[in-house]
């Protein structure tokens, strides 16, 4: 009974260094979610995979955000060239279906970036 | 644009009390509206959820009412504790997709 994990909890990097952060969905889930949390922004949806194909990817902010999920499963969150804005609080959140009707959302405990 | 508006920002409520969180939302398009409790440093976590079509739903103390001609819906947590001591979102989707949060209520009950 797993809930949705995330890796690293913490990630410190350099201005211009590219990261990766990771979400493992609840097993079964067939949707998954990454939003983005900080203090002047709150919670902001990035983008979002029904399956492997992300039909909304209408919140990343630039094209230096990009995202992949494999198997129906595992999730990575790229981040190229980092800026200081990218600093935030990366959460992941995976629901059994989605569509009229569906999806309770349960999230991961986050990956706090830190851009220096 | 800010679709969903929050109130309060932030919450003091003494044990026992009643605490209440107002939510406004614009998109009338929305039919899944969420409340998520986050502890200081852990994920948002599910408290209730709500569809237009019922303007009451209750689980335990956590009761949400939801008023469609009014796009408003609230969050009464009654016996309010300390350990309800958390930030409370609102949310709001479409058709079960992605989540238009709140800015968030901090709520503090003291003893």
């Known amino acids: 009974g797993a809930g949705v994990s995330q890796s690293p909890s913490n990630k410190v990097t350099e201005k211009g260094k590219d990261v990766e952060l990771r979400c493992d969905p609840i097993?079964?889930?067939?949707?998954l979610y990454w939003y983005r949390q900080s203090l002047g922004q709150g919670l902001e949806f990035l983008i979002y995979?029904?399956?492997?194909?992300?039909?909304?990817k209408s919140g990343l902010p630039s094209d230096r955000f990009s995202a992949e999920r494999t198997g129906g499963s595992v999730s990575t969150l790229t981040i190229q060239r980092t800026q200081q804005e990218d600093s935030a609080v990366y959460l992941c959140?995976?629901?059994?279906?989605?569509?009229?009707?569906?999806?309770?959302?349960?999230f991961g405990p986050g990956t706090r970036l830190t851009v220096t | 644009q800010q679709q969903v508006k929050q109130s309060p920002q932030s919450l003091i409520v003494q044990k026992g009390g009643i605490s209440i969180i107002n939510c406004a939302y614009e998109?009338?398009?929305?039919?899944?509206f969420p409340w998520y409790q986050q502890f200081p440093g852990k994920g948002p976590a599910l408290l209730i959820a709500?569809?237009?079509?019922?303007s009451e739903k209750k689980e335990g103390r956590f009761t949400i009412s939801f008023n469609k001609s009014a796009k408003q819906f609230s969050l009464h947590i009654m016996d309010s504790q300390p350990g309800d001591s958390a930030t409370y979102f609102c949310?709001?989707?479409?058709?079960?997709?992605?989540?238009?949060f709140g800015t968030g209520t901090r709520l503090q009950v003291t003893l």
């Open positions: 959140a995976s629901s059994l279906y989605s569509g009229s009707g569906g999806g309770e959302q349960y």
């Open positions: 097993s079964g889930h067939t949707a």
């Open positions: 949310a709001a989707s479409k058709a079960a997709s992605k989540l238009t």
């Open positions: 995979f029904q399956g492997n194909s992300a039909p909304d």
């Open positions: 709500i569809r237009p079509d019922v």
């Open positions: 998109n009338t398009a929305f039919d899944y």
